[in-house]
């Protein structure tokens, strides 16, 4: 009976922890209809806001792949002094608030700064731009690939990498042709993950890049514009896509996840 009781109680609170999801996903799909989708995503606000988007996030990911693998590969197999602190870095990105992120790559990248001065005076313009905005994506989201690659190198046997070495593989192969094969399940999740977050980034994006139309408004700088102005119907498409799509990925990543587990 008391068993009963705390598996009823435990249903319950998941119900309400569900309820806190999806109503709001109801309401929002509930508030258009296909034809009014059909009319914004014709809009080249809507449009450009999109493309923008994946442009950017897609970049993201694969900058993320080339700075935070080998990040992840020496906090999981190097023990050395400042591995604490360089850990506290990866995860900084997590805990501050996007806002403070922006405003910090603002003050580094603005053109009263010293690197932002010497930045253009090359011709390198990075606020206001979508290089702007891929940094501000890439500072934010990078930890979550960092964190999962890690997981996954640590969680290869030692045995197995000791006994390339022993064989006369060299440390580089062995990261090659051993250790990615065995942490791409990890490494595919990070990505997953970074992509999603990247396509969400508001705060440090509208510092770095701002809020300019068809030129650097990614898809939540969008909403949130459109919505100030009353523009609700093509904020609402805009949060649509972006709904369906992460949630589409996170689906079929995890199903291909619980299919190779089941192999």
């Known amino acids: 009976m008391k068993a009963l009781s705390f598996d009823l109680i435990i249903s319950l609170i998941a119900g309400i922890f569900v309820c806190l999801v999806v109503l ?3 309401a929002l799909f509930t508030t258009t209809s296909v034809a009014e989708l059909a009319n914004q995503f014709r809009s080249s606000e809507v449009l450009s806001a999109v493309i923008i988007s994946f442009q950017t996030s897609l970049t993201v990911v694969l900058l993320a792949c080339c700075l935070g693998i080998p990040v992840a ?9 400042g591995k604490v602190v360089l850990d506290t870095l990866v995860d900084l990105p997590i805990a501050v608030p996007p806002l403070v992120a922006g405003l910090a790559l603002l003050v580094l990248l603005g053109g009263n700064s010293p690197l932002g001065s010497m930045l253009s005076h090359h ?19 990078s ?3 960092i964190k999962s690659a890690r997981e996954a190198f640590e969680s290869i046997n030692k045995n197995v990498t000791h006994a390339s070495w022993v064989l006369g593989a060299s440390k580089f192969y062995t990261f090659r042709k051993v250790m990615l094969p065995l942490a791409k399940n990890g490494i595919y999740a990070g990505m997953v993950m970074t992509w999603a977050r990247a396509l969400g980034e508001f705060g ?14 990614t898809m939540t700088v969008a909403i949130y514009q459109n919505a100030m102005s009353g523009e609700l119907k093509a904020s609402i498409a805009i949060a649509l896509l972006l709904t369906v799509f992460s949630f589409t990925l996170l689906l079929i990543f995890k199903s291909r996840a ?3 587990d089941v192999l």
């Not at 990075?126 to 890439?138: D, P, T, V």
């Not at 440090?204 to 408004?217: F, R, Y």
């Open 143 to 145: 930890p979550f690939l």
């Open 123 to 141: 011709g390198i313009e990075l606020i206001f731009s979508k290089k702007g905005i891929i940094i501000a994506q890439l500072f934010v989201s």
């Open 73 to 81: 590969y020496l906090l999981a197999m190097k023990d050395f002094k």
């Open 204 to 217: 440090a994006t509208s510092m770095v890049a701002g809020c300019i139309p068809l030129k650097t408004e």
């Open 258 to 260: 619980k299919r190779r």
């Open 24 to 26: 709001p996903m109801v």
